[in-house]
């Protein structure tokens, strides 16, 4: 057993075991008896707490996560930074990394793949809106839960984007299979850069490969800021044209190219979500002149090189009972900082020398006159050195679909890196007419298509004017000519778009501004407001809601909510006097609230038992004080909140004249004294 588990940290949380163990901290479950609730504890190791370094990246990663306050971002609950040790206590997810879950899954449908990145997008808006750029968004860092809810982790090299500019001084932190080129360059890095990152997951969940892998970190450092990924349609077809151009459109290496923002690409993947087969045409510049990334890494001002950290956080994880999933120590070490200023100086003089030289500017083109389409573009030898364009043409002969008839330039030949090749390739030999089946059913639909030798694939989609189960359309259209054994996509009807929507079951614990923006999400509106005190919740936090979260209504309605004043209601304690013994006379009685007179009466100790009972109001913790005939008689602690009354002094009434108190010492719920002969000396034992 570790040494923490079974300990309790700060008299609050209760460690119960260790759930993972990261680069520079441990991971516990832990049990908040203050707030009774589950929540993890990361406990900086160790051998960190005298590195300035990780303490700082520790400190930004609580300081980042305190200012979000989003439904798929983790919560930070408590933070402590002391000598000994310092921990963050987070939101506790019972779940799994999406890393994990793509391992399981290999590909996921894209439904599903756009489910999660609209959720990792919402959650990087709210963050890009505060200031925050996370700068290393990869699966491991996020959690995927059971009802599928995304929720984005690890902050810890997140920065403030208005108060730093460079990643620890030119190093790249991230993991460098997600990491955008200008952050692997040490460049200036913002919003972008987490778009790029997201870019390259969808890529990963899209065809269930990375865009760029090699044998080493370095080499797809290199690639990322050299090469072009192959698209994903080219890995997997089933991918919708539109969705494949998001993707890329996320991942170009120019940031003035990619999405500028987290909620611009959100409303193309809304916009795609509505209408799949939608086509966005996007366009990009291409230099015909070789870029050389290589000489973009030396013009970073930094007197260190860059240090790639695959897995920098999480590269363990326990699972519970203690099983280890997967070990990977954390790359940041001598040899592989040797091996980068040697392969980085290698690379720069090659590329001077290739500045010199015409060989490097050119590369040998081949015939591919014979060879199939797939197998030529995705030869890596042209990865990143020739740009390739099909035109599909027919042929009557027997060459296979796929198969290039022809190429322009012609090959044998050597060619400048970058030029542009068209590849003429079969796409079949008769051309047939699509046949218009609108409004068919499902199996005459694909009974139709399969007798016109056409392969269909199906995609249902909401229709406000075809009955469900029927065909709204096809893509390529009815009556448009294709290649026999071309595929066709049938959309078809799913009925009229659902109108009603759920009340989120997470408005309950938000902040009244994000319980707003989650509402919006799901096309309903804040109503009536209304704050409740004694809630024991910060000012503004929901703490009700009507109609009641999960409850289905109608999208455009409103929610009323009920919020967290902040504040204590006024209170009633009564508090019982007992009056002096052996005096039937009246007295004056006098009360005063923290120096203030609150009441007056006139009371005689021979009525009624003996005590004199007065009623007050209040909030918070106040001080009674209570005279006879001017003099002072008692003085109590009066905790309205708690509903306690403290008796903490006792003085004797002798004929108009005070005693001495009787003790300073509080005593609890207002004791019976008994009061001694007034002639004798009053001392503590006297009690």
Not at 471 to 498: F, H, L, M, N, Q
């Amino acid at each position: 057993m570790d040494k923490y588990t079974g300990k309790r940290l700060d008299g609050r949380y209760e460690i119960h075991e260790l759930i993972g163990v990261g680069g520079m901290a441990y991971v516990y479950r832990a049990f908040d008896t203050i707030d009774d609730r589950t929540v993890a504890i990361k406990i900086l190791k160790d051998e960190f707490l005298g590195n300035e370094e990780f303490i700082r990246r520790f400190k930004n990663e609580s300081k980042a996560i305190a200012v979000l306050s989003h439904p798929n971002i983790v919560k930070v609950y408590d933070v402590s930074f002391g000598d000994r040790i310092q921990y963050i206590v987070e939101e506790y997810i019972d779940g799994i990394t999406l890393k994990d879950y793509l391992s399981q899954q290999r590909e996921i449908k894209w439904k599903e793949a756009i489910h999660f990145t609209i959720q990792i997008l919402r959650a990087l808006q709210h963050a890009h809106e505060k200031g925050i750029v996370h700068r290393d968004i990869k699966p491991q860092n996020i959690m995927l839960l059971q009802d599928g809810t995304i929720k984005v982790t690890d902050f810890g090299i997140a920065r403030f984007s208005r108060s730093e500019t460079r990643t620890m001084t030119g190093k790249t932190i991230g993991s460098v299979h997600y990491i955008a080129p200008e952050q692997a360059r040490g460049d200036l890095t913002d919003e972008k850069a987490d778009i790029y990152s997201v870019g390259v997951m969808l890529y990963e969940m899209l065809t269930g490969r990375l865009p760029f892998e090699a044998d080493n970190a370095v080499s797809v450092a290199i690639m990322q800021l050299q090469a072009d990924p192959k698209p994903p349609r080219e890995i997997n077809p089933a991918i919708p044209e539109g969705l494949e151009e998001i993707t890329m459109k996320a991942m170009q290496k120019e940031p003035s190219h990619r999405y500028q923002s987290a909620s611009e690409m959100l409303r193309d993947i809304e916009e795609f979500r509505r209408n799949p087969s939608i086509k966005f045409e996007y366009k990009y510049f291409v230099d015909e002149k070789p870029t050389k990334y290589i000489d973009a890494i030396n013009t970073v001002k930094s007197s260190e090189p860059p240090v790639y950290n695959d897995n920098y956080e999480y590269e363990e994880v326990v699972e519970r009972g203690g099983k280890k999933k997967s070990v990977a120590p954390l790359i940041v070490t001598g040899i592989l900082a040797a091996f980068l200023i040697v392969a980085l100086a290698l690379g720069i003089s090659t590329v001077l020398r290739g500045c010199e030289s015409e060989e490097e500017t050119e590369i040998y083109l081949e015939d591919f006159v014979g060879k199939m389409y797939n197998d030529v573009v995705n030869d890596e030898k042209y990865t990143g050195k020739i740009i390739f364009e099909k035109e599909e043409v027919q042929s009557d002969g027997d060459e296979a679909i796929g198969q290039i008839l022809d190429q322009k330039p012609s090959g044998n030949m050597n060619v400048r890196t970058g030029t542009t090749v068209t590849l003429y390739v079969n796409a079949g030999g008769e051309m047939v007419e699509v046949p218009d089946v609108t409004n068919y059913s499902r199996s005459d639909a694909e009974s139709t298509l399969i007798s016109r030798e056409f392969v269909p694939e199906f995609v249902d989609i909401s229709d406000e004017t075809v009955e469900e189960g029927k065909v709204v359309r096809t893509e390529p259209p009815a009556k448009s000519s294709i290649a026999k054994g071309a595929s066709v996509t049938v959309y078809i009807s799913s009925g009229p778009a659902d109108t009603s929507v759920s009340v989120p079951s997470n408005l309950i614990g938000l902040d009244l501004d994000t319980a707003r923006q989650v509402l919006s999400e799901v096309g309903l509106s804040v109503g009536n407001t209304t704050p409740r005190d004694d809630t024991g919740k910060e000012e503004g936090v929901i703490v009700d809601c009507w109609p009641l979260p999960g409850t289905k209504v109608e999208k455009g309605s409103s929610v009323d909510l009920t919020y967290s004043s902040g504040e204590t209601s006024e209170k009633q304690l009564e508090v019982s006097v007992d009056l002096p013994a052996d005096i039937s006379y009246d007295l004056s009685l006098k009360a005063y609230i923290d120096g203030t007179l609150v009441k007056e009466e006139v009371v005689n100790p021979t009525y009624g038992s003996g005590t004199y009972t007065l009623t007050f109001s209040g909030k918070g913790q106040q001080e009674l004080t209570i005279e006879l005939n001017g003099t002072k008689y008692r003085v109590y602690a009066l905790n309205f909140d708690a509903g306690e009354i403290t008796l903490q002094e006792s003085y004797l009434y002798v004929d108009d004249t005070p005693s001495q108190p009787e003790s300073s010492a509080p005593v609890s719920e207002d004791p019976f004294i008994s009061e001694p002969d007034p002639l004798l000396p009053i001392t503590p034992s006297d009690e």
